[in-house]
């Protein structure tokens, strides 16, 4: 039972593009209490590699292979790292006030508080899912989930990427490896590091489903 509740939010399909801008739209409405707290799903009609607030896009993207490919680099207004979002994907986006549980500035209770009951979910799996500062989701240290935040005008904005079925070829094509890493991450390339829910018995339904009960 989480200690916040969300209404969970069909949007439409739409370019990744176009669903970061939707992001910060929502999060307006949230904070103005024009929209109640919600969870949203990315319904998204192409892929693209996404850089977090204030990354350099030559320290983590290839830009040559992203333009041979014709994948769009875009930048996202909330932090976290770089991602590349496309089919094997799905990310979420979760908005709400910054009343309690929530803290204003407090980024790491944040994640704390919002994964909490995403956590429990996968316990009742039998999955032992851990957070790992700064902003990953992670079982038996493998990466499951990248995620972002951004607080502002009384809202909170908490969204990731789950790797159902990442295309780990096309990931490590155009995601350099990251000078600063998480602890546990080691000295891990992608490949290694990263562990798709497909291979636990996810699939995209069934995850979309357990995180809304988890969150709603």
Not at 14 to 19: D, G, P, R, T
Not at 22 to 32: C, F, I, P, W, Y
Not at 107 to 114: E, H, I, S
Not at 184 to 213: C, M, V, W
Request: overall charge neutral.
């Amino acid at each position: 039972m989480t200690s916040f509740r969300l209404n969970y939010l069909e949007t439409p399909k739409l370019s990744v593009a176009e669903q970061i801008a939707l992001d910060r739209v929502l999060m307006s409405e949230v904070g103005k209490g024009e929209r109640p707290p919600l969870l949203r799903f990315y319904n998204f009609t192409d892929e693209a590699i996404v850089l977090g607030l204030s990354q350099e896009e030559e320290k983590y993207v290839d830009k040559t292979a992203a333009e041979k490919d014709s994948v769009p680099i875009l930048r996202r207004f909330s932090g976290g790292g770089t991602v590349f979002i496309h089919s094997g994907c799905l990310v979420y986006t979760i908005i709400t006030t910054i009343t309690p549980p929530f803290k204003r500035f407090d980024v790491m209770g944040a994640y704390r508080t919002a994964f909490t009951p995403v956590i429990e979910a996968f316990k009742n799996q039998g999955l032992n899912l851990e957070f790992h500062e700064p902003c990953d989701l992670a079982i038996q240290n493998k990466k499951i989930a990248g995620n972002a935040q951004s607080q502002k005008n009384g809202a909170i904005l908490i969204h990731g990427s789950f790797l159902i079925a990442p295309d780990l070829q096309r990931i490590n094509r155009y995601l350099k490896e990251p000078d600063v890493r998480p602890d546990y991450r080691a000295q891990r390339p992608h490949e290694d590091f990263l562990q798709p829910l497909a291979t636990l018995g996810f699939t995209e339904q069934s995850l979309k489903t357990l995180l809304i009960n988890a969150w709603s």
